[in-house]
């Protein structure tokens, strides 16, 4: 599996490289007719697409934070939280995990 992901790096590598080598012409960058900025188009293509990545990295950053402090709360819950008694008034343990059915039934 690794093989394959360094595989498809390697791919994405080569071809923003050659998309770099290729798009060298200076294009002009105007923000909203208070400044501008020329540069070559590989530059700003490459600087959109890892601005992207970047924005895609902090969204699932802290969607992952905000799921891990769910859990956690959900865990302080249930630790939190008084055991049922089970049956019989004992005190609460572990089920079996297999039931077997008399030997007569068979």
């Not at 699932?60 to 956690?72: D, E, H, I, T, V």
């Not at 959900?74 to 005190?91: D, L, S």
């Amino acid at each position: 599996m690794s093989a394959i992901r360094f595989l498809v790096a390697v791919l994405v590598f080569i071809a923003l490289l050659l998309l770099a080598l290729s798009n060298t012409e200076p294009v002009t960058l105007r923000f909203f007719q208070v400044a501008s900025h020329q540069s070559p188009l590989a530059f700003v293509v490459l600087s959109a697409f890892a601005v992207g990545v970047g924005l895609g990295l902090l969204a699932g950053a802290s969607r992952s934070a905000r799921l891990k402090r769910q859990l956690m709360r959900m865990r302080r819950e249930v630790r939190a939280t008084p055991r049922a008694p089970g049956p019989h008034g004992m005190g609460p343990g572990p089920y079996p995990a297999v039931v077997k059915p008399p030997q007569d039934a068979i």
